[in-house]
């Protein structure tokens, strides 16, 4: 059984930095794609970031120069660095795994989520 763990969330000034983990065990964490979502309540998912085992990657706007995506294969961790963070950064992010290879910006392609982390940006 494939769980998917994350931390890291917390309470942060704007322009503040915080950096997500999401760890990863039962699968072969080295062969998915491994996703970031984040979801405010009352509003749909919304898609930040996603890297392949192959090194490939992607952003969505809000993110690019600002989040970085990276993983670490040999200990099965996905990390998001998030960079002057602002309050409309405010939301339950969540870390994503993808089975078939392909980055997809949509939730619906992944099929393992972990339970998120609250990140809260104070202005």
């Known amino acids: 059984q494939v769980q998917l763990v994350e931390s890291g969330g917390g309470l942060v000034q704007a322009g503040g930095s915080l950096r997500l983990s999401c760890v990863v065990s039962?699968?072969?964490?080295?062969?998915?794609?491994m996703g970031w979502f984040r979801q405010v309540p009352g509003k749909e998912r919304e898609f930040v970031a996603a890297?392949?085992?192959?090194?490939?990657?992607y952003y969505t706007d809000f993110a690019k120069g600002r989040f970085t995506i990276t993983r670490d294969n040999a200990k099965n961790t996905l990390l998001l660095q998030m960079n002057s963070l602002a309050p409309e950064d405010t939301a339950v992010y969540y870390c994503?795994?993808?089975?078939?290879?392909?980055?997809?910006?949509?939730?619906?392609?992944?099929?393992?989520w972990g339970q998120g982390t609250q990140v809260t940006v104070s202005s």
């Open positions: 039962g699968g072969t964490f080295s062969r998915y794609v």
């Open positions: 994503a795994a993808r089975i078939e290879s392909g980055i997809y910006t949509s939730g619906s392609f992944y099929d393992y």
């Open positions: 890297l392949g085992w192959i090194g490939n990657w």
